[in-house]
């Protein structure tokens, strides 16, 4: 087995002295592992960081073999943002969701173009968290559980919603949500296309609805929870004003 993709480092665990096992997210063939022959070395530990982008050929007996990588460097997304915590964080962040949430060697490359441009905003000054939550919503969707935000589920409805069902995963209208919403969660507008800015208060309620349901419908099944790293950005945003 033998084939060559484009891809972003997930995690690397160091195997043996000089060796390591690393997991990328590639374009054609989904979250996939492979050794790195020296990847604990000094030469190739820099290339093997979260988020940089490598491209890769990978080698096998058969397909379902560890197999081995070699790769050469493409854009150090992790180097660059080394200058801003809050940044490297929703990159570690973003890097570990995919690599707890994907099933191995299963492609999704609309996910895979998302995330891309995700890596593309950390480095601008784009909205990259709201553009985080999306992301998030998409992985829901590529996984088979996305969430009904177009209509109330109540009403039919499809301006004015204001919440989602923390069971059905539907969007209700802020007037037929009145009389339930302690027991709803909330929907930010920016996840509507209704007026709004991703302000703190939008972006916690965004994180809390996805992270609501990539719990319950992915990770709870395999007796998993959200990725530490996740919990890390959420405090940190909490802490910062004026991000969008």
Same mark, same amino acid.
């Given at each position: 087995?033998?084939?060559?993709?484009?891809?972003?480092?997930?995690?690397?665990?160091? +195997?043996?002295? !000089?060796?390591?096992?690393?997991?990328?997210? $590639? %374009?054609? *063939?989904?979250?996939?592992?492979?050794?790195?022959?020296?990847?604990?070395? !000094?030469?190739?530990?820099?290339?093997?960081?979260?988020?940089?982008?490598?491209?890769?050929?990978? %080698?096998?007996?058969?397909?379902? *073999?560890?197999?081995?990588?070699?790769?050469?460097?493409?854009?150090?997304? #992790?180097?660059? =943002?080394?200058?801003?915590?809050?940044?490297?964080?929703?990159?570690?962040?973003?890097?570990?969701?995919?690599? $707890?949430? +994907?099933? &191995? %060697?299963?492609?999704?490359? %609309? =996910?895979?173009?998302?995330?891309?441009?995700?890596?593309? @905003? @950390?480095?601008?000054?784009?909205?990259?968290?709201?553009?985080?939550?999306?992301? &998030?919503? &998409?992985?829901?969707?590529?996984?088979?559980?996305?969430?009904? =935000?177009?209509?109330?589920?109540?009403?039919?409805?499809?301006?004015? @919603?204001? *919440?989602?069902?923390?069971?059905? #995963? !539907?969007?209700?209208?802020?007037?037929?949500?009145?009389?339930?919403?302690?027991? =709803?969660?909330?929907?930010? #507008?920016? @996840? $509507?296309?209704?007026?709004?800015?991703?302000?703190?208060?939008?972006?916690?309620?965004?994180?809390?609805?996805? #992270?609501?349901?990539?719990?319950? *419908?992915?990770?709870?099944?395999?007796? +998993?929870?959200?990725?530490?790293?996740?919990?890390?950005?959420?405090?940190?945003?909490?802490? $910062?004003?004026?991000?969008?």
């Amino acid at each position: 087995m033998d084939w060559r993709d484009r891809g972003y480092v997930l995690s690397v665990r160091v +195997l043996g002295e !000089r060796d390591a096992v690393a997991s990328l997210f $590639t %374009r054609e *063939h989904g979250r996939h592992p492979g050794l790195v022959r020296g990847g604990a070395g !000094r030469r190739m530990s820099p290339l093997l960081q979260a988020g940089n982008e490598l491209h890769v050929q990978w %080698r096998a007996r058969l397909s379902d *073999h560890l197999g081995t990588f070699s790769a050469e460097a493409g854009t150090a997304h #992790g180097a660059a =943002l080394l200058d801003s915590p809050l940044r490297l964080a929703a990159l570690s962040a973003a890097c570990a969701l995919v690599e $707890t949430c +994907l099933p &191995e %060697r299963e492609p999704h490359t %609309r =996910l895979f173009d998302g995330f891309e441009v995700f890596l593309g @905003l @950390l480095g601008q000054d784009g909205p990259w968290a709201a553009v985080l939550v999306r992301f &998030e919503l &998409e992985l829901l969707a590529e996984l088979g559980f996305g969430l009904d =935000l177009s209509a109330c589920a109540v009403t039919g409805a499809t301006a004015g @919603l204001s *919440h989602v069902s923390p069971r059905t #995963g !539907r969007a209700v209208s802020a007037e037929a949500a009145a009389p339930y919403a302690d027991r =709803l969660l909330r929907l930010p #507008g920016f @996840l $509507t296309g209704a007026a709004g800015s991703a302000d703190g208060a939008a972006l916690a309620d965004g994180f809390a609805l996805t #992270g609501h349901f990539i719990e319950r *419908h992915i990770l709870a099944p395999k007796g +998993l929870a959200l990725p530490p790293a996740r919990g890390r950005l959420l405090s940190l945003l909490g802490r $910062t004003p004026g991000i969008c």
